[in-house]
């Protein structure tokens, strides 16, 4: 069985030398062993860093994934960890990480080959995928396996030589890997190589028990590699009729549904998937779990469909066999729509709402986000299955007071445990203060006010009830009161966003109309601090700002250095006065200062002025905040985070910044 595989020859020996100074304490690990190491940040990327995250790449049985090791502080730049291996761990790579998911800094040892590691088992010998994991994991290039390093590749006569040691020692499990093997094939001897996937497709055939996984990775190097479609369709036959309920008959079925126009047909279509392929099968399933984005896709228009047709209870009975990303979707599509736009009544919306959060409820550690190898490790994946769980609970918990079911609404209050999650939407922090208060709950209501506070995201009304409560002796003393209740890490953050998003760009002399239909040249703005808001009546996030923008507006009434405009732009121009006059005078706006764009030539389009801003960051979008100070654009950022107080503090921040200059 060996010899006929091992047909490289290589003429160079390897020999893995480490240059981790920053990395000790791993010395010849062994599988199902504890292992401890010391990580020393000092001289790295990660040096001086308050917090770390550490994850553990892991190749076990020939399947990869990721988990959380947690680190221990020491001494300035000491980092202790320790992870206990799984007996069939064949190799293991760690990753030390600062920052969030969006803006990371990372130390992977990258320039010196990683902090990567094959085991031994108790009589010193490699496991079964350590010379494959060894050999394939750091030719990124060409195996793409995971995102570990951004560098480091080693040679393909290389990887060659490892895979080769792994049929050497390991050929009996070829058919675990066997896509990998191909893929080294193709690397050494050419994609279109039509001779030799033929030689190796008939020996693998003629010396293992078949199984659907080497018939489909056949399959697909004879339809996608080397375009025989002929060649594919005779595999895929063979698996077809072997394996009547596998990936591949699965995979043909769900195509020929998705196809389907939605409607009763459709619908009937999709429950006989679901009986013929349940869903915890797919998952129990190492060479298929990746298949379970196929009934996510599925039950979004089959849940939809019975949720427009009012067809709650049979919507309801579906949704035990749903995960929580698929529960989550549905929600967000069917509920959140529906309240929001008012698209049907909230008493007939209720039920399968209150059923999809108790389902979510059941479902939120199933981590049913992370079925790809290496996408997320498992805290990863729960942190954003928590952020939509809460995104839906705060939904959940409008509709439940707009139904007057207070009682129902607190018993939810239990599960914000996570302050940091629990308070990032300032809509959703003053409902849950309003039912606090509703049911005289003013300790708890007055807790509520102040964690918004304390995380930024409080609204206007929010502190307005605050100020009541704390009755401050002034203005002086009531922001200091506020400044005292914010977390300085977040204040230290927010502040370095908008850091991030300070500029100085010439801008040209650019005309404005005021509500009277004057001309208004960005000239007389000379010496002043000029806070522009680009906003549309049209553009729902803009309007939302606003209330946000009020208190940025109100804290500098009485400073004659700073000026706020809010440019109505991409609308109807001068034209559309009366439509923004009635919606600033019936929500508090009225002292607004409102100019018009105007229309640019040879467009039909209302939006002259910003189109010069526009090009500066190759985005028309709004809401967009501008600050210029003598023709020089100084800050711009774009969107609403959805915090009142946060747009705000970040106006405020970046003014100051200004100001200094």
């Not at 550490?54 to 680190?71: F, K, N, P, Q």
């Not at 039509?194 to 693998?204: G, S, T």
Request: proline share 3%.
């Amino acid at each position: 069985m060996k010899k006929f595989l091992i047909l490289f020859v290589f003429c160079a020996y390897f020999t893995s030398t480490y240059a981790q100074s920053r990395l000790s304490g791993i010395e010849k690990p062994q599988a199902g062993s504890l292992i401890s190491f010391n990580y020393q940040a000092s001289g790295g990327p990660l040096e001086n860093r308050d917090t770390l995250s550490c994850t553990i790449y892991l190749y076990e049985d020939y399947l990869w994934r990721m988990d959380d090791v947690t680190l221990i502080r020491g001494e300035k730049n000491q980092w202790k960890g320790n992870y206990q291996l799984a007996d069939n761990c064949a190799l293991f790579a760690l990753s030390f990480l600062a920052g969030e998911a969006w803006n990371r800094t990372i130390d992977n040892n990258d320039e010196n080959g990683g902090y990567v590691f094959t085991t031994l088992d108790a009589q010193g010998r490699m496991l079964p995928g350590g010379y494959l994991g060894w050999g394939t994991f750091r030719k990124p290039s060409y195996f793409h396996i995971g995102n570990y390093f951004q560098k480091f590749d080693i040679q393909d006569e290389a990887v060659e030589m490892w895979t080769t040691k792994e049929m050497e020692h390991y050929a009996v499990n070829l058919p675990k890997f066997v896509n990998v093997y191909m893929d080294m094939v193709a690397l050494r001897m050419g994609e279109k190589n039509r001779k030799a996937v033929d030689f190796f497709f008939q020996k693998i055939n003629k010396e293992f028990a078949m199984t659907e996984f080497i018939y489909s990775t056949f399959e697909n190097i004879y339809r996608f590699r080397l375009q025989d479609q002929a060649k594919a369709d005779s595999i895929k036959s063979i698996m077809l009729k072997q394996y009547p309920h596998g990936f591949s008959a699965r995979a043909q079925m769900f195509h020929q549904v998705e196809a389907m126009q939605v409607g009763e047909e459709r619908i009937s279509k999709t429950e006989e998937f679901f009986r013929m392929y349940p869903y915890n099968k797919c998952v129990e399933d190492p060479f298929s779990r990746k298949q379970a984005y196929m009934y996510y896709n599925l039950t979004r228009p089959y849940a939809s469909f019975l949720f427009e047709g009012k067809q709650y209870d049979k919507l309801i009975a579906a949704l035990p066999s749903m995960n929580f990303v698929t529960l989550s979707e549905v929600f967000r599509w069917n509920i959140f729509r529906a309240y929001k736009l008012r698209l049907a009544k909230n008493d007939s919306v209720y039920p399968v709402a209150k059923a999809l959060m108790e389902q979510m409820v059941q479902k939120r550690n199933d981590l049913s986000n992370n079925m790809e190898e290496l996408r997320y490790t498992p805290k990863e994946a729960q942190e954003l299955l928590d952020i939509q769980f809460y995104e839906r609970l705060g939904i959940y918990l409008q509709l439940l007071k707009d139904l007057n079911k207070n009682d129902e609404a607190l018993t939810w209050f239990s599960y914000y445990k996570d302050d940091v999650l629990s308070y990032t939407d300032a809509t959703v922090n003053q409902t849950r203060y309003e039912i606090l208060s509703a049911a005289g709950k003013k300790e708890q209501a007055l807790e509520v006010l102040k964690n918004s506070v304390k995380y930024n995201t409080i609204t206007t009304d929010m502190m307005t009830a605050l100020r009541e409560e704390v009755k401050p002796a002034s203005d002086a003393e009531f922001k200091v009161y506020l400044d005292e209740l914010k977390g300085a890490a977040l204040k230290e953050a927010l502040y370095e966003e908008v850091k991030s998003h300070m500029t100085d760009v010439e801008i040209p002399t650019f005309e404005l109309l005021d509500m009277d239909g004057n001309v208004v040249s960005s000239d007389r703005f000379k010496d002043k601090i000029v806070v522009i808001d680009f906003w549309a009546n049209w553009c729902a996030p803009c309007k939302r700002a606003f209330e946000g923008m009020k208190l940025a507006v109100d804290a500098y009434a009485n400073d004659p250095e700073v000026v706020f405009y809010f440019v109505n732009t991409m609308d109807f121009g001068i034209k559309g006065k009366p439509a923004v006059e009635k919606y600033l005078n019936n929500n508090g706006y009225s002292h607004f200062k409102v100019l018009f764009d105007t229309l640019k030539e040879g467009t039909k389009g209302y939006n002259k002025a910003f189109s010069i801003f526009s090009r500066q960051f190759n985005s028309s979008g709004i809401p967009r905040k501008v600050i210029l100070k003598n023709g020089r654009m100084l800050y711009t950022a774009e969107g609403y985070s959805g915090s009142p107080s946060q747009l705000a503090d970040e106006i405020s921040y970046a003014v100051e910044l200004i100001r200094k200059k």
